[in-house]
């Protein structure tokens, strides 16, 4: 189960180290793509098949979708795991994610997302303030 947060540097050679916890579930490779609020999204091989499968769905006459298609797609990159868990991060996926040398790899059932240490901050302090307005939200949609 892909669940928690992890904290992590980036080495010298732009490598992540993957938490032991998820390495049986992802496998030997992972896909990375952009992921939404400048993380990284990281799937396991048949994860990221399920995913495929639903991004050739979308319709592609609506501008959005080709958009969102377009991005997760031609960001995605292919990684392999070496004997100690680490993945390689594309310099052009660490730029976007503005990963520097401090990241956080969070688990969120069916992918991990990589974070840079004080985006992750940020954002998850702006959205615990906000939590309870949301979860009012989901109820009234029966969630």
Not at 72 to 91: H, N, S, T
Not at 123 to 139: D, P, T
């Amino acid at each position: 189960m892909l669940i928690g947060e992890y904290r992590h540097t980036i080495d010298t050679k732009k490598r992540i180290a993957i938490p032991s916890k998820f390495r049986k579930e992802l496998g030997k490779k992972v896909i990375i793509t952009k992921g939404l609020e400048n993380c990284l999204f990281v799937y396991s091989e048949k994860k990221w098949k399920e995913v495929m499968r639903k991004l050739e769905k979308m319709p592609t006459v609506q501008s959005g979708a080709r958009s969102f298609v377009r991005i997760m797609l031609a960001g995605a990159m292919e990684v392999e795991l070496d004997r100690l868990g680490r993945v390689l991060i594309p310099d052009y996926l660490k730029e976007y994610a503005n990963l520097k040398k401090n990241v956080v790899i969070c688990g969120l059932s069916n992918k991990l997302e990589i974070w840079d240490s004080d985006q992750w901050n940020r954002y998850k302090k702006k959205v615990e303030k906000e939590i309870a307005e949301v979860s009012e939200k989901l109820g009234e949609l029966g969630i």
